[in-house]
């Protein structure tokens, strides 16, 4: 029975029938429907294939049909769960690729051209050599009834099995055998036919891999007779595979929503659909979705429902991405299995420098012994070597490596065969560390930015040999008892650089409001030793206050600057 329009998810129910109604993105609308207008006008263009790039959520799948509505073509469509390989996409996209619309009238107004949609095409990796993928084993006899009949009673009563006659009727799912042998009610016609049903199903062929797409993917975009689009989260996979997919396709590029966008499309999907939100609900979803609009559209969905209240406030937290880490840390420790760079993008739609520390936190718990756990820290190894590569150099297509070592590449190391999670994945302490060192790194962060501008040193460079020597000093300084000469360095070390009471305790390794820290700024006044005043700002206030300039001052050259540090003016020129 087909669903009822108002039970439809959002997602789907509001669509985009056309394509000026996509939100947002309006560059790349234009430059979809400038393509679609050329293969309008008759011949096929140079370049017959779209590549709509963009991250999930911001309208690449609604902008094709949209565009299909528009010009009104008809849509031969594969996505992600159909089987993609070589001889599918040949059967299915191929044969629409090279004939016209069935429901064309020659000579009539009516649709012209099929538009081909491949939905997702980056999650397609297989080439033309790799070995087929065979579908799960076939259900049994008692399996296949169960699922089309539910019960024992009802599949008595479909096949005729009275109490009294022959054959008996059966008495449980127990007594209906895994394959029909010699049965008498194997002999019933209504039995013979669910029999041919299973054997059909049971022996069909079926190849799930997606062997030798790609290839014909591109054979596709060099001898498509139809308009074809493609829709992909990064377009660097499909190039990396295949010239084809840099040279000949129309790249179009979609971004995130703007907040601005997002805001208004939800404003007025709430008063259409007559929604009582809590004020400030539809900003929080904003900053929720991060220019998702499915996913702004799921939360709104899930809080519509509610009475409006705290309870809505309390749906509209931050998305917990920890969650995420630690599901798929658990799949890939145990499953023995590779997963493809793409599908560890779609399920965290991270980088894998995110992942590398889940997984170097988790090896020790998940290994099945000492020798197992080595064989995983070697593949971390490895991975974070190629990390390493691809930020020093640029080469981002080494992100594919590494997410294919740490996760099949552990796995399949610390483990000989698939197991069921016995432990938790733990959260990486490296991280919580991180965390809560934030504001003391914040700090000594400052420390290491004056003093590089005022030494004309790199960051790095005064991280690894000045900072030092500042701890050293200031920590002289604030021992008991403190030679005098080291107070004094450090005064006028803190004036020099003019650090901040936050910085002095840094260095000093003592509380901001201690007699440390207002010993070194006794000097300055009573106002700028109070704990997190600027002393710059203090000195350039006080400045300001005492010694006003007047206008014909303010224009005159500044005597107190060396000759290098004037204008030009200065010398003679106009």
Same mark, same amino acid.
């Given at each position: 029975?087909?669903? %009822?329009?108002?039970?439809?998810?959002?997602?789907?129910?509001?669509?985009?029938?056309?394509?000026?109604?996509?939100?947002?993105?309006?560059?790349?609308?234009?430059?979809?429907?400038?393509?679609?207008?050329?293969?309008?006008?008759?011949?096929?263009?140079?370049?017959?294939?779209?590549?709509?790039?963009?991250?999930?959520?911001?309208?690449?799948?609604?902008?094709?049909?949209?565009?299909?509505?528009?010009?009104?073509?008809?849509?031969?469509?594969?996505?992600?769960?159909?089987?993609?390989?070589?001889?599918?996409?040949?059967?299915?996209?191929?044969?629409?690729?090279?004939?016209?619309?069935?429901?064309?009238?020659?000579?009539?107004?009516?649709?012209?051209?099929?538009?081909?949609?491949?939905?997702?095409?980056?999650?397609?990796?297989?080439?033309?050599?790799?070995?087929?993928?065979?579908?799960?084993?076939?259900?049994?006899?008692?399996?296949?009834?169960?699922?089309?009949?539910?019960?024992?009673?009802?599949?008595?009563?479909?096949?005729?099995?009275?109490?009294?006659?022959?054959?008996?009727?059966?008495?449980?799912?127990?007594?209906?055998?895994?394959?029909?042998?010699?049965?008498?009610?194997?002999?019933?016609?209504?039995?013979?036919?669910?029999?041919? %049903?299973?054997?059909?199903?049971?022996?069909?062929?079926?190849?799930?891999?997606?062997?030798?797409?790609?290839?014909?993917?591109?054979?596709?975009?060099?001898?498509?007779?139809?308009?074809?689009?493609?829709?992909?989260?990064?377009?660097?996979?499909?190039?990396?595979?295949?010239?084809?997919?840099?040279?000949?396709?129309?790249?179009?590029?979609?971004? !995130?929503?703007?907040?601005? %966008?997002?805001?208004?499309?939800?404003?007025?999907?709430?008063?259409?659909?007559?929604?009582?939100?809590?004020?400030?609900?539809?900003?929080?979803?904003?900053?929720?979705?991060?220019?998702?609009?499915?996913?702004?559209?799921?939360?709104?969905?899930?809080?519509?429902?509610?009475?409006?209240?705290?309870?809505?406030?309390?749906?509209?937290?931050?998305?917990?991405?920890?969650?995420?880490?630690?599901?798929?840390?658990?799949?890939?420790?145990?499953?023995?299995?590779?997963?493809?760079?793409?599908?560890?993008?779609?399920?965290?739609?991270? !980088?894998?420098?995110?992942?590398?520390?889940?997984?170097?936190?988790?090896?020790?718990?998940?290994?099945?012994?000492?020798?197992?756990?080595?064989?995983?820290?070697?593949?971390?190894?490895?991975a974070e070597r190629s990390l390493a590569r691809a930020r020093q150099h640029r080469v981002w297509g080494l992100w594919?490596?590494?997410?294919?070592?740490?996760?099949?590449?552990?796995?399949?190391?610390?483990?000989?065969?698939?197991?069921?999670?016995?432990?938790?994945?733990?959260?990486?302490?490296?991280?919580?560390?991180?965390?809560?060192?934030?504001?003391?790194?914040?700090?000594?962060?400052?420390?290491?930015?004056?003093?590089?501008?005022?030494?004309?040193?790199?960051?790095?460079?005064?991280?690894?040999?000045?900072?030092?020597?500042?701890?050293?000093?200031?920590?002289?300084?604030?021992?008991?008892?403190?030679?005098?000469?080291?107070?004094?360095?450090?005064?006028?070390?803190?004036?020099?650089?003019?650090?901040? !009471?936050?910085?002095?305790?840094?260095?000093?390794?003592?509380?901001?409001?201690?007699?440390?820290?207002?010993?070194?700024?006794?000097?300055?006044?009573?106002?700028?030793?109070?704990?997190?005043?600027?002393?710059?700002?203090?000195?350039?206030?006080?400045?300001?206050?005492?010694?006003?300039?007047?206008?014909?001052?303010?224009?005159?050259?500044?005597?107190?600057?060396?000759?290098?540090q004037r204008h030009l003016s200065d010398f003679g020129g106009r």
């Open positions: 029975m087909p669903s %009822e329009p108002s039970r439809l998810p959002l997602t789907e129910r509001l669509r985009p029938r056309r394509l000026a109604e996509i939100v947002g993105n309006v560059p790349a609308r234009a430059q979809l429907r400038a393509w679609a207008e050329a293969w309008d006008r008759g011949e096929p263009p140079v370049q017959r294939a779209a590549l709509l790039a963009g991250p999930p959520g911001v309208g690449k799948t609604s902008a094709a049909l949209a565009l299909a509505a528009d010009f009104g073509w008809s849509v031969v469509e594969m996505n992600a769960s159909d089987a993609r390989n070589e001889r599918a996409i040949e059967q299915v996209a191929g044969r629409a690729s090279i004939t016209h619309s069935l429901l064309e009238v020659p000579g009539g107004g009516g649709r012209r051209r099929s538009l081909i949609l491949l939905d997702e095409a980056d999650s397609l990796s297989g080439r033309s050599g790799e070995p087929a993928r065979a579908a799960p084993a076939p259900p049994s006899l008692r399996e296949f009834l169960r699922g089309r009949y539910g019960t024992v009673d009802a599949l008595n009563a479909a096949w005729g099995l009275a109490p009294d006659a022959k054959p008996a009727p059966l008495g449980s799912w127990d007594a209906v055998p895994r394959s029909p042998g010699n049965h008498a009610w194997a002999r019933l016609p209504s039995a013979r036919k669910d029999l041919d %049903e299973w054997r059909s199903a049971a022996a069909r062929p079926a190849d799930t891999s997606d062997r030798g797409g790609l290839a014909a993917i591109a054979r596709l975009v060099r001898a498509t007779r139809q308009p074809l689009i493609l829709t992909v989260n990064d377009e660097r996979v499909l190039g990396r595979s295949s010239a084809v997919f840099r040279n000949s396709v129309v790249r179009i590029r979609f971004f !995130p929503i703007r907040d601005a %966008e997002l805001a208004a499309r939800l404003a007025s999907i709430a008063r259409s659909e007559r929604l009582d939100l809590v004020p400030g609900a539809i900003d929080a979803i904003v900053r929720r979705a991060r220019g998702d609009l499915r996913a702004a559209l799921n939360d709104l969905e899930a809080i519509a429902p509610l009475p409006r209240g705290p309870l809505q406030e309390s749906l509209l937290g931050t998305r917990d991405r920890s969650a995420d880490f630690a599901a798929l840390t658990e799949d890939v420790l145990t499953a023995c299995r590779y997963f493809r760079s793409i599908e560890v993008q779609d399920r965290l739609d991270a !980088p894998p420098d995110d992942l590398l520390p889940w997984i170097e936190e988790n090896v020790p718990h998940f290994a099945a012994d000492r020798a197992h756990r080595a064989a995983g820290f070697d593949r971390v190894e490895r594919s490596y590494a997410s294919e070592l740490l996760t099949g590449g552990v796995g399949l190391a610390i483990r000989d065969a698939p197991t069921v999670p016995t432990v938790r994945a733990q959260f990486p302490r490296f991280l919580a560390a991180m965390g809560a060192t934030r504001a003391v790194r914040a700090v000594r962060e400052g420390v290491v930015r004056k003093a590089a501008a005022h030494l004309h040193l790199s960051r790095a460079k005064t991280r690894d040999a000045v900072l030092p020597f500042l701890e050293g000093l200031f920590e002289a300084a604030a021992s008991r008892p403190a030679r005098p000469e080291r107070i004094e360095e450090a005064r006028a070390l803190a004036r020099e650089l003019e650090l901040a !009471p936050e910085e002095l305790a840094y260095l000093g390794g003592t509380e901001v409001d201690g007699p440390f820290v207002r010993r070194l700024l006794a000097d300055r006044g009573t106002e700028e030793a109070a704990p997190g005043r600027s002393t710059a700002a203090s000195e350039r206030a006080s400045r300001s206050e005492t010694t006003p300039r007047t206008e014909a001052a303010a224009n005159a050259p500044d005597r107190t600057r060396k000759p290098a």
